[in-house]
């Protein structure tokens, strides 16, 4: 079945940097567009704000507004892996990351955390 497995969160300080590395398995990886959301406190699972997304060929990079210039979404076909460098971060960034394929119907990692704070 398809798995979405999320790493690399934490608490950072404010403009310090994270790696968020989501694994996936149960799907043909180089098929498929892979997306970065996350879920700010007290946003509901429907308020999820899409952060970043990349086409099957790595190619046609998107970003929220919000994160331009500071985060840079990319995927590693050797291991099944897709990647959010998160730079410069803001108190604004904390939220519940979640990694999802968004053509493939409810994939969505469990999430996991980044806390932006002194």
């Known amino acids: 079945q398809v798995q979405l497995v999320e790493s690399g969160g934490g608490l950072v300080q404010p403009g310090g940097s994270l790696r968020l590395s989501c694994e996936a398995s149960?799907?043909?990886?180089?098929?498929?567009?892979m997306a970065w959301y996350r879920q700010s406190p007290g946003k509901r699972r429907a308020e999820r704000e899409l952060?970043?997304?990349?086409?099957?060929?790595?190619?046609?990079?998107v970003y929220a507004d919000s994160v331009k210039g500071r985060f840079t979404i990319s995927r590693d076909s050797a291991k099944n892996t897709v990647y959010l460098q998160m730079n410069n971060l803001k108190p604004e960034d904390t939220a519940v990351y979640f990694c999802?394929?968004?053509?493939?119907?409810?994939?969505w990692g469990k999430g996991i955390q980044v806390t932006v704070s002194s």
């Open positions: 149960g799907f043909i990886f180089d098929l498929y567009a």
């Open positions: 952060v970043a997304t990349v086409r099957s060929s790595g190619a046609d990079l």
């Open positions: 999802r394929a968004p053509d493939i119907f409810n994939a």
